[in-house]
């Protein structure tokens, strides 16, 4: 079938291949940062995982498209090409939609996991429900609009379809909007979450810019959703849908990207940087010291009570990187610059004639994680 690849064929294999080369190259470097430097992985790091997965059966799927005559005029296929064509091409735009919505899922979770305000955690929330519920609806659709599902691509299979092509068209036009409408506020909102973040104002700009590359996953949605009207109402359905998944994987590639260059930081500092990698690690349980005020932390129903602490070694403001919640600022005042990490355990108990037969029913423990930048 290699003599049926034409016209745009090479070009489409080459830049879908090399796009999923590179969106798995940058995952790879993201969870060794996450698992060995951070050693922390949370749903982000999940939800990308996913989205580059899919790049996979999207590219594989596609090249067999291309292999039956996609880039193509489709007066130049035989009816046999062109229906086997179109087949692997629904099936490709099921995993791109999947991608799509969880790399943006994952762009989001990431935010979420730095945000300190309660209205951007609902627009997070809010986008994670509506991309991916768009994304999912339009893939599922594309399978159960026609029954069998086979006269979509079929002529010769008759089939009943409870939305034609004109209303397909138009749901897959409204999720490319609302998908290219999320890029631009993945892109815009990092610049107001780390605004007020005790960070340096280097690094700061450093994670915004590399997120602000959702500006050209946007301009790729826009773009994609212009060209399927074009497509639907074209005649020429196997040469027109070469920019429909081009721009698509180009999306979905920019989007992992985006999501994943900002967590490069720690693996940047300590390959080119030569920065050790530490975490915090806490010390044996000790008593308070004496001068460290625990009032502001412990609830006033609990003031009167014993109470013991753990805190954690203080390191440089380097390590501010390696963990999400660290860099937030509580405030605290500045100091000398560390960060540092006090475990407090309040202990409620009651004292009774004989300790060594505690009642446990009444015994009660709270904990607290409390950062600070001192």
Not at 86 to 106: D, E, N, P
Not at 170 to 180: F, N, P, R
Not at 235 to 261: C, K, Q, R
Request: aromatic share 12%; proline share 4%; charged share 15%.
């Amino acid at each position: 079938m290699a003599e049926d690849i034409g016209g745009y064929g090479p070009t489409i294999i080459a830049t879908m291949w090399a796009e999923t080369g590179i969106t798995l190259l940058f995952v790879a470097l993201r969870l060794y940062t996450r698992i060995r430097i951070n050693r922390t992985v949370g749903w982000d790091d999940y939800l990308i995982l996913l989205a580059s997965i899919m790049m996979i059966p999207f590219s594989a799927a596609t090249t067999l498209a291309t292999m039956q005559g996609l880039g193509r005029h489709s007066a130049e296929l035989s009816l046999d090409q062109f229906m086997q064509s179109t087949r692997y091409i629904v099936i490709g735009q099921t995993f791109s939609l999947v991608g799509i919505a969880a790399s943006k899922a994952s762009v989001a979770a990431f935010l979420l996991r730095i945000t300190i305000h309660q209205w951007h955690k609902w627009i997070l929330y809010m986008l994670i429900l509506v991309v991916s519920l768009g994304c999912f609806i339009c893939a599922l659709f594309d399978f159960i609009r026609c029954d069998p599902i086979e006269s979509i691509w079929n002529f010769f299979i008759p089939g009943k379809c409870w939305m034609d092509a004109k209303g397909f068209t138009t749901l897959s036009a409204v999720v490319g909007g609302i998908s290219a409408a999320a890029d631009f506020v993945l892109a815009i909102l990092p610049w107001f979450i780390l605004w007020n973040l005790q960070m340096k104002r280097k690094d700061k700009n450093l994670i915004a810019s590399s997120m602000s590359l959702g500006f050209f996953a946007g301009i790729c949605g826009i773009i994609r959703t212009t060209t399927v009207e074009r497509i639907f109402t074209g005649v020429d359905y196997s040469y027109e849908t070469v920019g429909l998944i081009l721009w698509s994987s180009t999306e979905l590639t920019v989007t992992i990207l985006t999501a994943t260059i900002p967590t490069l930081r720690p693996l940047y500092k300590q390959l080119f940087l030569r920065q050790p990698a530490h975490s915090y690690r806490l010390n044996a349980v000790q008593k308070s010291p004496s001068n460290f005020n625990f009032s502001p932390y412990v609830p006033p129903t609990y003031q009167n009570k014993s109470s013991v602490s753990a805190t954690a070694t203080a390191h440089s403001r380097t390590d501010s990187d390696r963990s999400d919640k660290s860099i937030i600022n509580h405030g605290a005042g500045p100091g000398s610059g560390s960060i540092v990490c006090t475990d407090v355990v309040y202990v409620e108990f009651e004292e009774r004639e004989n300790p060594a037969t505690p009642d446990l029913e009444r015994w009660n423990k709270r904990h607290a994680q409390m950062w600070e930048v001192v």
